[in-house]
């Protein structure tokens, strides 16, 4: 049986060294009175509930179909303004927004993970402005 958590870390290892700063942002959804929470919260924005600090590389949209990805998330990268990988181990479905380095803000539109043997290798997402 493979070593999972060792290609884990090579995985992160290479997109580290080929990739930049990103944050990505987990907005608060919590709204201000829950008794009325149909008025949703104020600015979602203005105090995420989590923020990461990872690496990514970012790809040309024309190489992903080149990925092995699923149908569907090819679909969408075709679509898509950015596309980029990240090697961690996290779950980070619970993101909704991408900011690079540059300060471009991305929504992340789809996560796509290659997870063999519930270890997370790598996350390709699929972003949009």
């Given at each position: 049986?493979?070593?999972?958590v060792?290609?884990a ?6 997109v ?24 949703g ?14 690496i ?17 998330t090819?679909?969408?990268a ?5 596309t ?13 927004e ?6 471009e ?25």
């Open positions: 049986m493979a070593d999972f060792k290609l870390v090579t995985a992160k290892r290479l580290d060294g080929n990739g930049r700063t990103i944050t990505l942002v987990a907005l608060d959804f919590d709204t201000p009175d829950p008794a009325q929470p149909w008025l919260p104020e600015n979602p924005r203005s105090t995420p509930a989590r923020q990461l600090e990872l990514a590389s970012f790809l040309p949209l024309a190489s992903t179909v080149r990925l092995g990805l699923s149908k569907q090819i679909d969408l075709k679509k898509a303004d950015a980029c990988l990240i090697g961690s181990t996290e779950d980070l479905s619970v993101f909704q991408l900011v690079d380095s540059n300060g803000r991305y929504k992340i539109t789809h996560i796509e993970e290659l997870k063999p043997a519930d270890v997370r290798l790598l996350s390709f997402l699929v972003l949009n402005q």
